[in-house]
C-alpha cells in the first residue's frame, strides 16, 4: 500500500466564507461561445427557448452558476449597447475586430443576456466599455438596465419589452486596460476608472460592486497603483459611492509560449508537469496581489477579482484561429481542480473568479459540435460539478504535518498532491488532486472537532491524461462513486490514483 499523507483537518475552527462567486464564469463574443454555444436563435432546430439552447442551460444549471460575466473581455472595449437592443432586424451589425474578424449581428444583446442569467439562476456580471466607449453611454446602460420608475432609459427599456429593472450586482469597469482595452498606463487608467466609476449609479435598490480593470498576471504595480489611486479619495474600503469596490487581475495557464501554446490533446508528461507549475503559480499570484492590497487595506474590504483563467492551449487544428477553441482534457480537469484548492485557500481576499470560457472558448465546461450541434460535457466541466459545496462554505485549513509529496520539474518544485475542505449544511467537503501522471497517492484525512456519521466519495480520472469526451465517446472521463475509501482508525484513508480528483463528502455532527 502507499505510504499515506497525514492531513490533518479541524472541522470546528471554520475560516472565511470561500465566497460562491469564486465558481463564476465567463462568456464572451468570441467564437462559438455566445452564437452556437449559448445562442441558436429562435428559428433553430436545436431545441431552444427564445433562442438559447435549453441543453446548454440544464447541463449548467447542474454546476450552480453564481454570476456570468459578459460581453467580455477585449470585446467589452469595443461594444456598444445600444446597437443590441430593439428589434433584431434593426440591430446594425458591427466587426469583431478581436475575434475572428467576422460579424456581430447584434442579436444576442442585453435582453437576451439578461434572459440567459434568469434562466441559469446566475447573477449578471456586465463589463462596461472604457476603451472606446464614453462615460455617458456606460451610464446610461446602468441606468437602462437597473432604474425604476420613469427616465429617458427607462421609458427606452419599456418601449423594448421590459417593465422592471433588472437586478445588476456586478459591473467591470473596462478589460485589460493595460492591452485590448485602450493600451493605457496604470496611472492613466486608474484616472479614467474613477472618473467612469463616479457615473456608474447605484439606481433604487440595485447597489454596484465596481470591479477595476486589473494588471495582467504578475504585474503588482498596476494593482499598486489602482490601490493608491482609491486611497486618495478618502480610504480604501470605505465604500465612498461612485468608486470602484474590487481589482480584478488575469491570469492564464500557458505552458509554452504564446506563440506556441501547445496542443490540448497531445502532450508529454513533460509538457504536463511543467502545466502543473503554471497552475501552481496561481497561488504566488494571488498572495502577491493581496499583500500589495494589504498595504492600504489591512481590513480586506477591497475584494481582488480573478476574472479570467485557465488553460490557453493552440486552437484545435482546421478551426479559426481567432476563436480560441480548444479540447479539455483530464490534465484541464486537473488545473480547474488545482486553482479551487488555492481559491479556497485565498478566501480572504478573493470574492470572485470567472473561468475563461463557459462554452467552446479556451477552457470550456461544454463544448458544442457545429454541425451536429450536439453537446459534450468536459473533464473541467465535472469538476465544477464535484466541487459545488464549496459555494459560500467556511473554508478549514488543511494541515500537513509531514509535508506534501514533491516533486523537481526544471528549475521548480511542484506539490504533487493538492487538498482543500469547507463546512457548510453538516458536510465536511474534501476536495484532493494527485497530480503524479503514473504513481498513485493516498491522503489519511484526520478529521478533528466533529463526528462522522456518514462518507461518499467520488472519483474523476482516466487511463490517460489526454483523455477527454466526444459525441461518440460523451463519459470518457466522467465522475465515479469511489471505492478507494475506508473509515481507518483516527480518520479516513484515502486512495488517489495516478491524475485523479477525488471528492469526500463527510456528514457530520
Ligand atoms: O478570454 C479571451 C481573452 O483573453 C479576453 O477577451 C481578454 O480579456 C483576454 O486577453
Redesign the pocket.
Known sequence: EVAATRAIINADVPGPVISRHVYGH?A?H?GRCIYGGFYVGPDSDIPNERGIRTDVVEALRALKIPNLRWP????ADEYHWMDGIGPKVERPAMVNT?WGNVEENNHFGTHEFMDLCEMLGAEPYINGNVGSGTVREMADWVEYLTREGDSPMVRLRKQNGRQEPWRVPFWGIG??AW??GGNMSAQHYAEEARRYATYCRDHGENTLYRIAAGANSDDYVWTETLMKALNELGGCGRDPRGIYQAISV?Y?TIAGTWADKGSSTEFTEDDYYATMVKAAHTDRLLRGHSTVMDNYDPEKKVGLVLD?WGTWWNVEPGTNPGF?YQQNTMRDALVASTHFDIFHRHADRLVMANI??TVN??QAMILTDPDSGALVLTPTYHVFEMNAGHQDAQSLRVDVPGGLPQRAVNEETLATVSVSASRKDGKVLVSLSNLDAVEPAAVHLDLRGCTVSGVESRILTAPNLAEHNTPEAPAAVAPQVHEGLRVDEGGLHVELPAHSFVTVSVTVD
Do not use: D, I, K
Request: with cysteine; hydrophobic share 35%; glycine share 16%.
Open positions: 465567463f464572451e468570441l467580455g473581455g477585449c470585446f478581436h478589460n485589460e492591452g485590448c488575469h492564464y479570467e480560441l475563461a470560457q472558448v479556451l
